[in-house]
T-cell receptor
Framework: EAGVVQSPRYKIIEKKQPVAFWCNPI?????LYWYLQNLGQGPELLIR????????DSQLPKDRFSAERLKGVDSTLKIQPAELGDSAVYLC???????????FGPGTRLTVL | KQEVTQIPAALSVPEGENLVLNCSFT??????LQWFRQDPGKGLTSLLL???SQREQTSGRLNASLDKSSGRSTLYIAASQPGDSATYLC??????????WGAGTKLIIKP
């Protein structure tokens, strides 16, 4: 069974530029999560999807961050414009019907110069 | 509000030693607790998941325990090896199905 796929693995951009991250969850997993992880800290939830509906986006900075999961499968997280403080690892996870365990992708390491 | 604390933030031990990593939490209303490993610049690898009704889980040289009444979990690593060097994070699934994370313990095993 294929795991959670994320791309790109690494991204370096200059501040004020846009950037997008892509995630494909485990097949059949209806719940998809985007997390942000700063160095030396645990991940922080940005948004949670149930199928195509964003059911928890309270921690998503909506002035510059947006996300979509149009067909309830893969998802894209976008930042526009990026700021220096956005440098972090962006993790995607998915869970099945039970929601008792989340499975994580390898993450995208973003560096904003 | 649930809070998860991992102490120490960093730990360095000689190869071959047994060691214990600690995780404490403030609210016992959890579904499960999970230990993850994270190598520098990499994603998260799940090591052990303990259901709220369980007391411990074992995988190879790793043993994780859970004591909800005291709000504590420990990860025991036997016969440590340099390859065990990584950051270890604990996370618990709360009653809202949200993962609440500790900040991690950075472990260095010296050859």
């Amino acid at each position: 069974e294929a795991g959670v796929v994320q791309s790109p693995r690494y991204k370096i951009i200059e501040k004020k530029q846009p950037v997008a991250f892509w995630c494909n969850p485990i097949s059949g997993h209806n719940t998809l999560y985007w997390y942000l992880q700063n160095l030396g800290q645990g991940p922080e939830l940005l948004i949670r999807y149930e199928n195509e509906e964003a059911v928890d986006d309270s921690q998503l900075p909506k002035d510059r961050f947006s996300a979509e999961r149009l067909k309830g499968v893969d998802s894209t997280l976008k930042i526009q414009p990026a700021e220096l403080g956005d440098s972090a690892v962006y993790l995607c996870a998915s869970s099945g019907t039970s929601k008792y365990e989340q499975f994580f992708g390898p993450g995208t390491r973003l560096t904003v110069l | 509000k649930q809070e998860v604390t991992q102490i120490p933030a960093a730990l360095s031990v000689p190869e071959g030693e047994n060691l214990v990593l600690n995780c404490s939490f403030t609210d016992s209303a959890i579904y499960n607790l999970q230990w993850f490993r994270q190598d520098p610049g990499k994603g998260l690898t799940s090591l052990l998941l303990i259901q709220s009704s369980q007391r411990e889980q074992t995988s190879g040289r790793l043993n994780a325990s859970l004591d909800k009444s005291s709000g504590r979990s420990t990860l025991y690593i036997a016969a440590s090896q340099p390859g065990d060097s990584a950051t270890y994070l604990c996370a618990l699934l709360d009653s809202n199905y949200q993962l609440i994370w500790g900040a991690g313990t950075k472990l260095i095993i010296k050859p």
